[in-house]
C-alpha cells in the first residue's frame, strides 16, 4: 500500500545551522510534492510545490529536492530561527496523475534552539 | 487577509448525536477539501468538491458521514450517529486548481471530542 514515511522524532537544530527534514514514499508515482508548515492549534500552511519533473524549488531560506528514483524529498531550511520551530508535513497526490487530493505524512516536529 | 472559516471552533457532544461542521472557503476558490487529524493517523483526506461537485469521497465512512456544498460559499460535513472514535480536528480547505497540484489554504479546523 502507498506509505509516506517522516521522521516522527523531533529534530532540535540550533539557530543558525541548516535544517534538513526527509519525507519518503514507496508504492507512489506521485505528479507533485508540498510541504506544509503547522503550528500548534492551527491548520497547515502551504510553503512549496514541486513537481516530479523538477529537481529543485527555491524560495528565501527554504529549498525542497524531489528525487522521484530515490522516492525522496529534502526540505531545507538555512540560516534556521526559533521563529522557524513548528511541524513539518509532505503531502503527495493522492492518486497520481496530478488530481487534487493530498495524502500527507504524519511531519516533523522542528525545534530550533536559541 | 482571505482566509477559510470554520465553525463551530470546538465541539463537545454525545454518541449518537449529530454534528454538523461547517467551512466558508475563500471566495473565488473552485476546489474544498475536507481533512480529519487525529495523533495516530495524522491528516487524512476525507473528501473533496470541485465546483460544488464531489470528486473524491472515498476516505469517508460512507455509513455516518456525509459532505455537501449546498452554494459555492458553503461547505458541510455531518457525521451521524457520532461516535468516541469520531473525535479529532477537522480541517477545511480551499484552493483554486484546473490542473491540480494547487496550493491549499486551511481553515483553523473543528475540533470534535464525542463522550
Known amino acids: 500500500s502507498q506509505k509516506i514515511e517522516q521522521n516522527s522524532e523531533a529534530l532540535n537544530i540550533q539557530e543558525g545551522k541548516t535544517a534538513t527534514l526527509t519525507c519518503n514514499y514507496t508504492?507512489?508515482?506521485?505528479?507533485?510534492l508540498q510541504w506544509y508548515r503547522q503550528d500548534p492549534g492551527r491548520g497547515p500552511v502551504f510553503l512549496l510545490l514541486?513537481?516530479?519533473?523538477?529537481k529543485e524549488k527555491r524560495k528565501e531560506r527554504l529549498k525542497v529536492t524531489f528525487d522521484t528514483t530515490l522516492k525522496q524529498s529534502l526540505f531545507h531550511i538555512t540560516a534556521s530561527q526559533p521563529a522557524d520551530s513548528a511541524t513539518y508535513l509532505c503531502?503527495?497526490?493522492?492518486?497520481?496523475?496530478?488530481?487534487?487530493?493530498?495524502?500527507f505524512g504524519k511531519g516533523t516536529h522542528l525545534i530550533i534552539q536559541p | 487577509d482571505a482566509r477559510v472559516t470554520q465553525t463551530p471552533r470546538h465541539k463537545v457532544t454525545e454518541m449518537g448525536q449529530e454534528v454538523t461542521m461547517r467551512c466558508q472557503p475563500i471566495?473565488?476558490?473552485?476546489?474544498v477539501f475536507w481533512y480529519r487529524q487525529t495523533m495516530m493517523q495524522g491528516l487524512e483526506l476525507l473528501a473533496y468538491?470541485?465546483?460544488?461537485?464531489?470528486?473524491?469521497d472515498s476516505g469517508m465512512p460512507k455509513d455516518r458521514f456525509s459532505a455537501e456544498m449546498p452554494d459555492a460559499t458553503l461547505a458541510t460535513l455531518k457525521i451521524q450517529p457520532s461516535e468516541p472514535r469520531d473525535s479529532a480536528v477537522y480541517f477545511c480547505?480551499?484552493?483554486?486548481?484546473?490542473?491540480?497540484?494547487?496550493?491549499?489554504?486551511f481553515g483553523p479546523g473543528t475540533r470534535l471530542t464525542v463522550l
Open positions: 480547505a480551499s484552493g483554486s486548481s484546473s490542473a491540480g497540484g494547487a496550493k491549499q489554504f
Open positions: 508504492n507512489y508515482s506521485p505528479a507533485y
Open positions: 514541486i513537481r516530479e519533473n523538477e
Open positions: 503531502a503527495l497526490d493522492r492518486r497520481g496523475g496530478g488530481a487534487d487530493g493530498l495524502t
Open positions: 471566495l473565488g476558490h473552485n476546489t
Open positions: 468538491f470541485r465546483n460544488r461537485a464531489p470528486l473524491d
